[in-house]
């Protein structure tokens, strides 16, 4: 982590307003904002920590839990609402095994994340899976989304 650290640190120290800079690469090497990485940053820059905390739960862009290998991102929109995204949201959930609470599948496989709008309202309900995006998805059609998956992994 350390040397890790560094490497971010030295790219950046002399530039004033680079938070959100070290953030991106925070996450970009960790794969998540780590609370002692912040702390470390925080430390070494003189910066509270709560400037980096307070950016990081600003903008949807940071996580603070590692997230899973596929993400699956849920519509929750209006007309994805009225369509049926609930039932599928709930199949999905029921198929990986996520527990109450949770977004990430325990063998972090799959991460699930409901948004408020994905501006794809003529084909809700929508769920995107590793950015490729699909419409009309029935509980039964995310099932076979997620079974396709699978078979991936392990073909």
């Known amino acids: 982590m350390e040397k890790d650290c560094q490497q971010i640190l030295d790219k950046y120290y002399r530039e004033k307003g680079s938070v959100i800079s070290i953030l991106q690469d925070v996450q970009e090497t960790f794969g998540y904002i780590r609370e002692d990485v912040v702390f470390w940053f925080s430390e ?5 920590a709560s400037n980096f905390f307070g950016v990081t739960t600003f903008y949807a862009q940071f996580y603070l839990k ?5 993400i ?10 009225v369509k049926g995204a609930e039932p599928m ?5 029921a198929d990986l095994a996520i527990a109450e609470g949770e977004d990430t599948t325990h063998d972090s496989q799959f991460t699930l994340e409901s948004v408020a709008c ?3 309202c003529s084909i809700a309900p929508v769920l ?3 950015k490729k995006v699909y419409g009309g998805v029935t509980p039964d059609k995310a099932s076979e989304l ?3 998956i699978e078979k991936g992994r392990r073909g």
Not at 44 to 48: G, W, Y
Not at 74 to 81: I, M, P
């Open 44 to 48: 070494k820059l003189n910066i509270p």
């Open 118 to 120: 994905v501006g794809a």
């Open 146 to 148: 997620l079974k396709e």
């Open 66 to 70: 590692p997230r899973g290998k596929n």
């Open 128 to 130: 995107i899976i590793n």
């Open 72 to 81: 699956i991102t849920a519509c929750c929109g209006t007309a994805c609402h």
């Open 89 to 93: 949201i709930s199949r999905v959930k």
